[in-house]
């Protein structure tokens, strides 16, 4: 599999949850779940031996001729992407001056049936034992984007939050980061459609990009954001 790489890497230690909105204790954080910003990592093309076989595995595409098949893979090409956001798991806002102690569980990885839609949609097999499964999506998706991915099994794991509440209070906000893997049929940079009358492959590309691919995979890197009455010492603080 090769790709033609359109790229632009954004460093994650640059990309810090989402911030507490005002600066009293308790205020908005109902509007925290509406900032879960995307960024892009990286994103790349399918070059046409690749974006072949990954069209003769789209329903339709199968029953055209070996001709009609290669001239679709040269006008269009598949996107990959590798997209990452902050999801906000738990907020809470407690009086003080109080100890506040809570364990909150978090759950990484994906289903085994992820596994095999992350395995499919970059062209393997999905008969393949789900361990291995699971580390050929990791290797293959992180080589045709160019960036690091790993595709897990799903688990949990426990987080525990331990924090002496000042005088006025104190908000406590549990992120998880994600990855979202996209696959996106498009037209390839400088192609055209061919004339009228338009071959069989035009109408099935439509159907295809109606079926755009957008893959959760929760990650097991979680921060905890806090926020202390203006005055309380500490400001926010990030674990």
Avoid: C
């Avoid at 569980?105 to 999905?126: F, M, N, Q, Y």
């Avoid at 290797?139 to 002496?164: C, G, H, K, M, P």
């Avoid at 192609?191 to 071959?199: E, G, H, I």
């Avoid at 492959?201 to 893959?215: D, G, H, K, N, Y």
């Amino acid at each position: 599999m090769t790709t033609t790489t359109n790229r632009r890497t954004i460093a994650l230690t640059h990309r810090e949850p989402p911030a507490f909105l005002g600066e009293s204790v308790g205020s908005s954080l109902g509007e925290l779940q509406h900032r879960q910003s995307a960024w892009l990592v990286s994103r790349s093309i399918s070059a046409p031996a690749f974006t072949r076989r990954l069209l003769a595995r789209e329903p339709g595409f199968g029953t055209l001729a070996s001709s009609q098949l290669g001239a679709a893979s040269e006008v269009l090409t598949f996107r990959l992407g590798h997209v990452q956001r902050w999801r906000l798991l738990w907020v809470v806002s407690t009086d003080g001056p109080s100890q506040f102690t809570d364990e909150r569980t978090v759950r990484v990885g994906v289903s085994e049936e992820t596994t095999r839609e992350l395995a499919t949609t970059i062209g393997l097999e999905a008969k393949l034992d789900i361990p291995f499964l699971a580390a050929q999506a990791s290797a293959q998706w992180s080589r045709l984007t160019r960036s690091t991915i790993s595709v897990n099994t799903e688990s949990e794991f426990t987080r525990t939050l331990s924090y002496d509440v000042p005088e006025g209070g104190l908000d406590i906000a549990l992120w998880q980061l994600e990855s979202q893997l996209v696959r996106r049929l498009e037209l390839r940079a400088g192609a055209a459609l061919p004339p009228d009358p338009m071959p069989r492959w035009v109408e099935l590309a439509v159907t295809a990009r109606a079926r755009s691919r957008v893959i959760t995979v929760p990650t097991n890197v979680v921060r905890v954001l806090t926020r202390r009455a203006p005055g309380a010492g500490g400001g926010a603080a990030g674990t």
